[in-house]
């Protein structure tokens, strides 16, 4: 499958990709989107770069090994539930704030990283099945 | 009581784990003399119960918590009366002895840190035991007690035996355990109160359901099994693989008392009755005389002391069962000082152990010289569980013989069970006493020296505790017995029984005991050899039996795992579908609720089109010659439904489902890649067919679950509630990811910790399978 061809485009494809996942991610409170789909679309980008270019140069384009990438996102998940409880109100309340930011309206919430955890267990988990698995393959 | 009080007991019922937790540091930090800073813990905690003596001693019982969980009325609630009392008292006074008992013990042990934290966290089990006033906090704690008894049986890991004694121990008391649970939950029912102050108030409710005997042997097998009644005793004397602060502690003083407790706790509500007042004193007595007769046999010390502590505890069950003031009165004495003079010659065992490097009896002897205040600990311990006045043991005994006499035969036949329990006691007591201090001394433990204070502090202080309560037995009957007695018994008792003895029936069965034992212990070698001769006959005890069943056990579920999962992938897929395909389809077929063919809708020429796609990847899955133009082909069809979600106005579910048809098609194939098949589709054309037809029911079933599903009446309200609010409440336009993100975060937390999980396992599994490449592939294995 390592055409020359697959191998020029794939670092563009791959960066686009995680990019567009990004943007998913962040728009996805009012427009279609979210954690869990950008997860899949940045998990489908690794394993397009993966195929492409090996599994090494996806390792260590990623640093950390995606299992802790995923167990890091749970973490994140759980303790943005946490923030709700000095307010007094139940675990994984959404609370929100504005900041105002280079005349910018920046909305942050708890629930916004609520869904990067999500989107970060989602990369993590199934980036390294498709890793582990593609490892074999380019022996 | 007042909010102060309220949290500083709530803080006294924490501070063992918080104690717990800091232990590892501070035995780096200071080795073996943490022991001094961590037994703080449990001396504050005793002297924090201590403060309730008076207020318990007027007789009203304290309670105090907090609400847990309102909507099922589950509280974290505590109870404080004469019962709970003593036991908190007992569990953190000898709790600090043995926090520093363990300091000498394990000095210099590499996990002398670990020992201490699992000490420590059972301490705060057993204290939450005894004080808890909710059921479910009761179970709670009772199970936490198994499990840091399992930890602390098999503190020395290495060895089988630990590891084997304690699995044993879980087992026997895990059951346990949730027997007891059944039977809380029982009681629950019954008499719909929780929290067993509040039980204690109902009288006759228990005793008057139909259910009271259903109760009483689920409440029983939780008790039998944690104070190691017969024929569920095995597991103590085997528990004695734990280093000897673990025996003194929870094999004798504490933890195996949780039963007996239990028994005491609910006499007043479950007493009284036929069935109690039979089957307790049956088992004990039984228990009583099983354990003192295994106890003669015994020449390793700690075995010894172990089997004479489940005499004890059967004692305590028949005194507790006999049912009348004065055997509880005996029970509440014989169980403060059973815990005082045994804990005082487990230790001292240990100490023997520790300073002469033997615990057999017959190789010791001579050790008076060497070890004066082990020697004299040694003693008034023996003297008190002789029952020889003036000593704690000994109030205890007159008791219990004037609470059986001989008013009938059952109490005649009791006291006799009785007597012969103790004259055995008693020879095992002095046997440990004065065996290895008397006599000649060999040449193996000449080197014997005295203990450091760490070691003797705690058999000193409460062997001379045991002296000094009885002879002011007054302030002892006031602030501990009676109180006690009067909790077990649900009325006002008061205890007067005093160290000056009396002539009557009860101090001629004490003297009839004491020269029997005496008689005995003149023949201990030569009834050791006849019990050891009677016992290698039977052959077979309940240690035995328990092997047999755990092998029986292990062979019938390899048995039936060789059945149902016998590893062929296909058989597997075929049964599971085929379930599926029963599951979706009989339910309708049965009740005659097949779905109402809808009118054909009238599409558009793309939503033909798209149709057509779908029908067209289906139809080259079936005819696919290898198996990659399969996955792919399943694809098409995967993306055709993403297509028709699209059109259909929900662009996040096509969105979702575009990703997953994509990944699952790349996994699909890269497994393939994997498992090393010929590529090529080699099954018989009737294979196929089942395989196709089985696929075909599937999706007929749930395609008529659908039509089902939507000709029913759709409830509006919380999709109406989610639109509605979406916007207002989580500031969120899309309510599909505000549903995901915000209303129901829970499930997400939940589900994408499922993610997680399944991950880590399929790359277990993988690495698993390339295990032999992997030593080709250094990089991989370190990723």
Redesign the interface.
Known sequence: MRTVIFRTVAPYLTSLMVLFSIF?LLR??????????GG??A??AF?IYGIACG??AV?RAIRF?P?AI??A??MM??LS?VFSLPFDVP??T?I?SQTDLFDLGI?L?T?LF??V??YL??V???T???L??????T? | MGTGAQSMTFFALVLPFLAALAAPALTKAFKHNAAWILALAPAWIFFHFAGFLPEVADGSGVTGGFQWVPSFNVNFSWFLDGLSLTFALLISGIGTFIVLYSGGYLKGHQHQGRFFSFILMFMGAMQGLVVSDSFLMLFVFWELTSITSFLLIGFDHSREASRRAAIQALVVTGLGGLSLLAGLLVIWNITGYSELSLLLLTKDALRESPFYLLALVLVLGGAFTKSAQFPLHFWLPNAMEAPTPVSAYLHSATMVKAGVYLVMRLNPVMGETVAWETILPLFGGATLLVGTLLAVRQTDLKLMLAYTTVASLGLLVMLTGFGSDKAVEAAALYLIAHSLFKGTLFMVAGLIDHEAGSRDITKLGGLRKAMPITFAAALLAALSMGGLPPFTGFLAKEEIYAALGFADGWSGFLTLVAIAGNALMFVIGFAVALKPFLGDMPKSVEKAHEGPILLWAGPAVLSVLGLVLAIFSGVYHHYLSSPMSSAIAGNEIHVHISVIPHMGMPLLLSVVTIAAGIAAYRMIDRSRALMDRILTTIGWGPDQGFDQVIRGLVRVASGVTRVVHNGRLEVYMIVTFILVAIALILPMLVFDELPEMPEFPDLRYYEWAVLVIAVIGLGAVANANDRLTAIVCLGIQGFAVALIFMLLGA??LS??QF??E??SV??LA??M??LRLSPADHRPPAERFVDISVAGLCGVGFGLLMLKVTQLPFDTTLSEFFNANARVI?????V???I???FR??D??GE??V??I???A??AL??IR?GK?AT??P??EK?
Do not use: C, K, Y
């Open positions: 998913v996805g409170h009012n427009e279609p989107g979210g954690g869990f789909i899949l679309i998990a489908s394993a599994v090494q390792r090994h299992m995923s167990g996102g749970l998940s759980a539930g675990f994984l959404g929100w909305v919430s629930v609520f869904d955890g999500v267990v989602v993590g988990a199934i390294s099945i498709a582990a698995l593609e490892e074999r393959e022996l | 662009p996040d969105f979702t990703m997953v994509t990944l790349v996994i890269l497994v890649t994997r989580a500031h969120g336009r899309n599909v990811n505000v995901i993100v915000d975060g829970l997400t937390l994408i910790a993610v997680m399944a991950g880590l399929i790359l993988i690495r390339s490449t080709h592939d990089e991989a990723a």
